[in-house]
């Protein structure tokens, strides 16, 4: 009896392992490339991170002068032109001021601060500077940054993905070409794909007749990268 366990079980691994020697002996060749399509244009729109800070002896003091200088912020957006839809909260803050002894050892809470950050999306780039400097004129005294993107990037994203798959089919092309094969069908394609978005760039001088902060767009470029598969041709 164990010498027939013993056979079957030695069989099982032989035609095992045959198996996957024949799949492997059968699995078509291929060729693997990557291809990158990018498209740059000028952007149609920009988002604003600003905020307010403020300090006060007691939370509520804090908070209290933190939205009266909010409030400052968001009428001045609104006589820019921004709508309240373009306008969202990103973070609200309110942390105690701590101070310690010599020693460092003893801490005493010393005030607090306060902070509301909001995201302005600015959908006429012309009113760009005007937006700025109606923001922290009055009220606003933190700036986090300022991003420029396209408002609709849908056929800026398709004409890069027509870009990444030729490059791919070019790749892949000069490569079967250098190998003496020939392609045959498409196996697999994915994609990956995203904003290549510049740092805003300030002109060395303002408008004389607006006087707003002077900013420029610049290009934001969509890149798009496509993997790709074909099988040779028999």
Known sequence: ?????????????????????LAQAQAPATISVSGEGRVATSPDMATISLGVTTFGDTAAAAMAKNSEELAKVMANLTAAGIEAKDIQTTGLMLNPNWSYDASGSTGTINGYTAMNMVNVRVRALDGL?????AAIKDGANTLNGLTFGIADPQ????????????????????????????????????????????????????????GAVPVAGGEVAMTVMVSMTWALAQ
């Open 129 to 133: 500077g005007g937006v700025l400097d």
């Open 1 to 21: 009896m164990r010498i027939l366990k013993s056979f079957v079980l030695v069989t099982t691994f032989a035609v095992a392992a045959a198996t996957a020697a």
């Open 155 to 210: 056929p800026v994203n398709d004409e890069a993905r027509k870009l990444a798959v030729a490059d791919a089919v070019r790749k892949a092309g000069l490569l079967a070409e250098a190998a003496g094969v020939k392609l045959g069908a498409v196996t697999s394609v994915s994609e990956q794909s995203g904003y290549t978005d510049p740092s805003p760039m300030f002109r060395a001088e303002a408008s004389p007749a607006q």
